[in-house]
């Protein structure tokens, strides 16, 4: 029997980030892979240029749709964009009781374009956090979501606590963007665990959306939330460490 994963996340033409790269982490890891268009984003490796939202009752009918169907062993949110959409998740992930959701709550580009419209993060907060199993921020995301300025370990460890006191029952901060060592910490609210990972060189599209997405089809295939911690950020080293100069801007991730 085939184990299911959906992503419901942007479109990303280059396939680098969003609903594509999820879809091919799916694919690589074993997992049959379910998508959602959130919005549609024009970008090229150098960056997004543009986004476009669908109307909020067509993308309640896609996913009120798909989900009167199918029902997938885990699923993960990506860019949402809009506190509308957020709502709409939040119903039907109640209506169909589903388990092992994913929230990558995401912000901004690799290239720092705000992917957001206004009350975005707190809705993400609100409605998203309590339902989920795992949420994977970035320092930067994380450090917008608790107002703590993350600077290091410990910054990130505070950060972890607070985001779990928001109804996550476990926290994983991603941080690649640390200066210095790359490391990633999980907290499941009884202890910490933390990966470290030598810095690779190059400016990277993608690794959030491929790690969580990996952090997805594990929980699909039903592993431990820190055995997909481990499996995930293998996964997202291995293919940052063969990545593809497509385009003239940042790598994409070979996947
Ligand atoms: O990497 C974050 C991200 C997620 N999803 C979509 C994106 C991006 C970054 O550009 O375009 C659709």
């Known amino acids: 029997m085939h184990k299911i994963a959906l992503t419901i996340a942007g479109s990303d033409p280059t396939g680098g980030a969003g609903l594509q790269a999820d879809l091919r982490t799916f694919q690589r890891m074993g997992v049959y892979g379910l ?10 490796t150098e960056g997004v240029s543009n ?3 669908l109307p909020n009752d067509f993308f309640s009918d896609q996913t009120g749709s798909l989900l009167k169907d199918i029902r997938p062993d885990a699923l993960k949110t990506g860019m949402l964009y809009s506190p ?3 709502e709409i998740i939040a119903g039907k992930i109640r209506e169909g009781s589903l388990e092992n959701l994913v929230v990558d709550p995401i912000l901004a580009s690799s290239t720092g374009v705000e992917l957001v419209k206004e009350g975005l993060p707190e809705a993400v907060k609100k409605y998203l956090f309590p339902l989920s199993k795992v949420i994977t921020p970035n320092i930067n995301e994380a450090s917008v979501l608790t107002g703590i300025d993350i600077q290091g370990e410990t910054g990130m460890k505070d950060a972890a606590v607070k ?7 476990t926290v994983i901060v991603t941080g690649g963007h640390l200066q210095g060592k790359a490391m990633d910490l999980l907290f499941d609210g ?3 665990l933390t990966l470290e990972n030598e810095r690779l060189e190059g400016e990277f599209h993608g690794t959030g959306c491929v790690f969580s997405a990996a952090v997805t089809a594990c929980l699909a295939l039903g592993y431990s939330v820190k055995e997909a911690f481990v499996k995930a950020n293998d996964f997202t080293c291995n293919a940052m460490k063969t990545a593809i100069s497509a385009g003239s ?3 994409i991730l070979n996947i």
């Open 35 to 44: 998508s959602i268009p959130s919005v549609l984003t024009a970008q090229n």
């Open 84 to 86: 509308d959409i957020v």
């Open 190 to 192: 009884e202890e910490f």
């Open 163 to 169: 985001l779990r006191d928001y109804g996550a029952e």
């Open 249 to 251: 801007g940042m790598k």
């Open 51 to 53: 986004i476009l939202e």
